[in-house]
Each structure stands twice: as C-alpha cells, then as structure tokens.
C-alpha cells in the first residue's frame, strides 16, 4: 500500500471517528443547551471568533478565540455541548479560510472537524474521570477549581488534536510522527493556552461580576485587542517594510551580481577574442616569417633565407677551409614559352614539379631555393671539388629532361646549370651567386648544359656588361655603321641590290666584330631600336642610290630582321616609319627572316608576314636549310626569295661534290616560284655550279666584300658587273674571315 492510500485510510478512520462522537454528543445534548446563551456562543464560535483571530507575524501559527467559546460551553452546558460547539466551529474557520482562498480539499475539512470532535470528546471523559483521583480535592465552584478544570482542558485538546493532526501529515508525506509533531502541531499549543484563560476570565465576570464590571472588563478587553492586534499590523507593516527592503536590497544584488556577471561574461568574451586575435596575430606573424624566407610557390626557401644561410657558410669556411660547398645556379630553358602556350597558371605547376625534382636529387643537408622567375639555387654541403658539384649536376640535368604530363599536356623540360665553387676571395652571397650565374649563361650559350665558373669567364661576362651599356648609347655616338654587300644577278653579272650588314666601331676599343654584339643586342633587346635605326637608315639610303641612275629606280636593299624583332607589334609600325620617311617603293624593301626565327613560332610568323606583305615589301628566308621547316608552313609564309645558308656552298668541292642538296634546295624553290639568292660564294666553282643550277642571285667574297657606303657609291656610278673575268678572278680566297654574322 503506498503512501497515498494510507494517508487516505488514516484520514477516512479519523472521519468516522470524528462522526460517532459528534453524533454521540448531539444525542446527549441537555436541554439546558437549548438556549439563547448557547445559540449566543454558537454564533460566536461560527462567526465572529474566525474573524477575530490575531496572525502572529513570521510564525506559522494564529491566536483564535474560538476555543474560548468551546471551553466557555463546556463550563456552561457540559461536555457534550462542547463537542457540538468544537465541530461547527472548525467547520466555520475551514470554510472561512477557502473563501479566503485558501485551498483545502473537502476530505481535509472533514478530517479538520473530526479531530476537532475526537479531541473535545477525548477531553470530556479525562475530565470525567479527573476529579475521582484520589489527590485531587479541590472544591467545585472555587477559582482553584475553575482553573484546574480549563488547564485539563486545554492541555487535553492540545495533546489529543496535536497528535491526531500529527498522524495525518506524518502519513501523507512520510514523516517521523515525532518530528512533525515538533516541527507542525507544538505552536498550536497558544491557542488551547489563551482559550482557557479567556473563557475563564468571561466566566468569572458573568458569575461574580456586576454589570459595570464587565462593561469595565469588556471595553479593557476590547482595547488590548485591538491595541494588540494594531501592534501586530505595526509589527507586520514594519516586518513587510523591512522584508521589502531586503528584497530590495536583494534585488539590488542580484542585479549588481547579474550586471557582475554580465560584466565578467562580457570580459570573459573580451579575453577570448583578445586572446582569438592573439592567437590569429601569432598565425599571422608566424605566417609572415613564413612568407619572408620562403616561396610561396613552391615552399622552397627564398632568395633571401638562401643568402642568410649561404653568408654563414662563407664566413665558417674562412675560418675552417675544409668546409667546403658547391653553389649551382639553375635556370630553366625558354621558359617563357611555356607561359606563353600553356599558360600562367600550368607554368606554376612546372615549376612546382621542377622544384620537388631538384629537391630529390640533393642530400637532405643541402639547401634547393627558388631565386625568382624560373631560377634556382642549390647549395652542395662538403663537397671538397667541382667534379663532384658536376656530377649532381649532370644527374638533376638528366632528371629534369624526364619527360612528364600535366592537365593533359606532355612536357620537357631542360635547365642550364652554373657551378661556383667557395673560395676565399667572396666575402657575400651576392658575389658567389653572380659567378655561378655567369657559369649558368656561359652553359647556356654553349648549349653545354652545366659550367664551371673561371675567372676568363667572369672577364668575358665584365666584357659583355661593358659592350651592352656602351651599345646602348652607340646610336647617340654616332659609333654605328652600315656596309653594303652586292646582291648579284648570277646569270647577267647586273646588280640586284645591296644586304645591309651591321658594323659597331668602339670609340674606345675599335671594330667590335658582329659575333660579339649582335648576340648581346638580341639578349638585351637592344635589336628592336638597331633594327629601327637600320630600316630608316639604309631606305634613306636607297632612296638616294635610286636616283643616280634610271637603271637604279628597281635597286633593292635587304634587311635582317631578328627573331625578337619579329614577335614584337611593333615590327610592322617601324617598317611603315621607314618607309614613310624615306618615300621609297616599297618593293624595294626586301626583309630578311631567318629559317629558325620563322619557324619558333609559326602561325604567328604567318600572321606578322602577311601583314608586311600587304605593305608591298618583299620577304626572304634567310639561312635556309640549317633550320627544321615543315613544308606545310613553307608552303603558306609568303616569302619572295629563298636563301641558301653558306655551308652548303662552300660545302660544295672544286669537282662538283656534294652539289645534290644545293639542287634539291634550287628545285624546291623554283617549284615553289621563288627567287633563289645563294650566299658565301667564294670559288669560280661554287660561281659555276650554282649558275648550271639556275641560282637567281648570290653574293660572297668572290662577287664583292661587304663595302663602306662610300665605296658602294662609287661602285654605282662606275656602273661596273660584278661578275669576275678570268684575268681578275679571285681564286684564293678561303683563307679570308667571312662574315659570320651576315645578317647584321
């Protein structure tokens, strides 16, 4: 049976106990009761004592005056009367109490009358059987008596009723009966206490008291009741007031706490974030000593991580010469093409991939940086000789030339590596780094793949800087010339034209030959504004020539035009320029594209000559059969004449031999309808052979060297043909220098 059911059980026993003895007692009812006194005390007890009751403020507990009023008719009409009096009064206050709003089950106020009734009745038989104890002998009717007799009451009904309300709340929550009788039913002790004294002061002042009595009595009475219950309201009032400045005062707190803790989460979030944007400035700080000593590419260490770690180096081996290091300088042939056909974003990924070769091809104690562009830098720990540097050297040329492929793309790459050994003369990275990248141009002019750096190359390196700056300023010093080679028509000896040739006269070092700055103008760019000075000189001069002579109006003048020149927009505004200027035909402008330059780029070649064909220049390949044309575009590059290079003239013996490749070119071309120029004849042979061929036109040592534009002047007013007779032949002249570079 759980707790419920047994409160319930107890309370329904109480109910039916209570209800026997208020029946028993209102079935001895005396007929002295039935009167107006007792319905007087009824009244009361029903309705004006639950109105009376004084709250003691912070208790939980009341001082009522209806229990006066059942001690009151216990002393008048006897004990049964008591017990009516006790049950309606209960029932009253219960019913009182819920209209007040209280909340109190029906069963609960039965239970409340019941133990109202048990205790009354349990109080009339003590009472009962009291005075037959033999040691009391007190006299009826006396003040010891009527004492006596409420004290018994009131401590009867409290004992009974206490515990009876102790049993029922011990049931409903389980309680020890004993602490709940302590804790719940001990203050209502009061109550039965003021009762008894109150019934007893009424009862003396109606039996022994005369009327002003208990006027006196009844308004002292009245006044302390209301004297009292205005001190309990004060009591109250000042109690409420104070409670409601603690609360208040608590409210106050709990603000300042909430606000404290508003504060303290507001601060806690502060440190947080202060402590997210440490955390990110740390990242950043990290990551901007990250960006500064390294590639963000290929994560490779910088040019500047590669100087701080190469500066120690040089500093430990000038005290320690037997700690020794390779530098390698590596640079990634015409990369640039890649970019330029693939794209930016691929170039990136073959560097990335170029990088993570190099890296494997090292020991884990050497340093592979990322110098800029597409260079690279290696530094070789502990090696004592170069020999070994070139080792590695040729091992990371041979790994980079693995073939790969990238987003569909099959790539070859090929690098040029410069060596320079430690030695004690460089005192900072910048000097080492210098040599091996001299070593570096020098393996990539000769096409060797990798260099050992030499002091004879670091002259020819300062001989160069000093050519290209001196170059620069050549124009303005009036140091360039042109010379003039003959164009000769091989069948009738006439003069078709001039090749304009290049010639640079330091005004400090003399004749510079054209193998050594004509390579220097092209690397620097500096071939763009030559070539620009070339077209607008030798047109000027043509347009000169022309007039000597009406034989002269069909002169034509050859220009090389280099393969830089050629990639570049401005080719086609700088040949209109020339022609602008000088007011020549323009068929009187032949431009001479090499056979590789033509070729490195086709389509693109195709586009640039169509357009300068539409200006009405004539277009010659240059140098033809030492490139690797495809016949497709040879047949679509709108070429006028076709050049055969040098070595297959002289290639060709005093009897004739090797004669079928200069017949196979001649045949091509005429099948092609070109004009044939064959340069580099410097034997009657060559003469001959060539003119059986049914070569258009030559030059070479044999017919005329190149000439100053005076003596070509004068040539042209001696009107003279250019072939040789038997008597004047030049017969020997093999041993002279040609001119290497003929197109300049």
Same mark, same amino acid.
């Given at each position: ?196 004294? /109150? ?35 004060? @009591? ?15 409210? @106050? ?56 770690? /190469? ?305 009405? @220049? ?12 495809? /016949? ?19 290639? @060709? ?92």
């Amino acid at each position: 049976m759980n707790r419920e059911a047994i409160s319930k059980y107890a309370k329904h026993t109480i109910v039916l106990i209570g209800a026997i003895c208020f029946a028993t007692a209102l079935a001895d009812l005396p007929l002295i009761a039935v009167s107006w006194g007792f319905l007087l005390v009824i009244a009361f007890s029903t309705i004006v004592a639950p109105r009376m009751s004084l709250e003691l403020p912070r208790s939980r507990f009341a001082i009522s005056f209806s229990d006066a009023a059942v001690f009151l008719a216990f002393l008048y009409y006897g004990g049964p009367a008591a017990i009516v009096v006790a049950a309606l009064e209960n029932l009253a206050s219960c019913l009182y109490l819920r209209s007040k709003g209280f909340t109190i089950s029906r069963l609960m106020i039965l239970t409340n009358v019941a133990i109202n009734s048990i205790s009354i009745s349990f109080t009339y038989l003590a009472w009962l059987y009291i005075p037959k104890l033999p040691f009391v002998s007190v006299v009826a009717g006396t003040t010891p008596h009527l004492v006596s007799t409420l004290g018994c009451l009131a401590i009867m009904q409290f004992a009974t009723s206490s515990v009876l309300a102790a049993i029922v709340r011990s049931t409903s929550d389980g309680s020890s009966l004993w602490v709940t009788w302590k804790r719940d039913c001990f203050s209502s002790s009061m109550t039965q206490m003021v009762g008894a004294g /109150l019934a007893g002061i009424v009862y003396k002042l109606i039996h022994f008291g005369d009327l002003l009595t208990g006027l006196i009595a009844f308004t002292a009475l009245t006044i302390a009741y209301f004297g009292y219950r205005q001190s309990i309201n004060k @009591v109250g009032e000042a109690m409420h007031q104070a409670e409601s400045a603690e609360r208040e005062k608590a409210e @106050v707190e709990r603000e300042r706490r909430r606000e404290a803790e508003k504060h303290a989460s507001q601060l806690t979030l502060s440190l947080e974030k202060e402590e997210l944007a440490n955390e990110a400035l740390r990242k950043s700080e990290k990551d901007l000593q990250h960006a500064a000593l390294y590639d963000s590419l290929t994560d490779l260490p910088n040019r500047k991580q590669f100087g701080d770690i /190469l500066r120690k180096l040089i500093d430990r081996y000038k005290n320690d010469p037997k700690a020794t290091f390779q530098i390698l300088f590596l640079d990634i042939r015409k990369f640039k093409n890649i970019n330029d056909s693939l794209g930016h974003t691929l170039g990136d990924k073959v560097l990335m991939v170029a990088a993570k070769r190099f890296v494997r091809m090292v020991n884990s104690a050497d340093m592979v940086a990322r110098i800029g562009g597409d260079e690279f830098a290696i530094i070789l720990k502990d090696l004592g000789t170069s020999g070994k540097a070139q080792k590695v050297a040729r091992r990371i040329f041979d790994s980079i030339a693995q073939p790969f492929s990238l987003s569909g793309n099959r790539i070859s790459l090929s690098v040029n590596v410069g060596i320079a050994p430690c030695d004690a003369e460089y005192s900072t990275p910048e000097e080492i780094l210098r040599d091996a990248d001299i070593a570096m141009h020098y393996a990539k002019e000769k096409n060797s793949g990798v260099a050992v750096f030499t002091k004879d190359l670091r002259e020819r390196f300062l001989e160069r800087v000093r050519y290209e700056n001196d170059l620069r300023s050549a124009i303005d010093r009036n140091e360039l010339t042109m010379h003039y080679q003959p164009l000769v028509d091989l069948q009738s000896g006439g003069l078709f034209g001039f090749e304009a040739l290049l010639r640079w006269h330091h005004n400090e070092f003399g004749q510079i030959p054209p193998n050594k700055f004509i390579p220097i103008a092209e690397e620097s760019g500096l071939i763009i504004p030559i070539t620009k000075w070339i077209l607008e000189s030798t047109c000027k001069q043509l347009a000169a020539w022309q007039k000597i002579d009406p034989s002269y109006r069909d002169l034509i003048v050859s220009v090389n035009i280099s393969g830089k020149h050629l990639s570049n927009d401005d080719l086609i505004d700088d040949v209109e320029n020339a022609l602008a200027i000088s007011k020549i035909d323009p068929a009187s402008l032949k431009l001479e594209i090499t056979e590789s330059a033509a070729m490195e780029n086709a389509e693109h070649t195709i586009s640039v000559l169509n357009r300068l064909k539409a200006l009405g @220049v004539q277009l010659s390949i240059d140098d033809f059969g030492t490139g690797y044309s495809s /016949l497709s575009y040879l047949h679509r590059l709108p070429f006028d004449t076709l050049k055969i290079d040098r070595s297959f003239v002289i290639a @060709v013996g005093e009897n004739g031999e090797d004669s079928e490749i200069l017949q196979t070119i001649i045949s091509l071309a005429k099948n092609l309808k070109k004009k044939v120029i064959a340069e580099g004849i410097e034997t009657e042979a060559q003469l001959a052979l060539l003119q059986n061929l049914g070569c258009d036109y030559g030059q070479g040592y044999l017919l005329s060297r190149p000439q100053t534009r005076d003596k070509a002047e004068a040539a042209l007013y001696d009107h003279r043909n250019w072939l040789p007779s038997l008597q004047n032949s030049v017969t020997d002249v093999t041993n002279s220098v040609p001119d290497n570079i003929p197109a300049f």
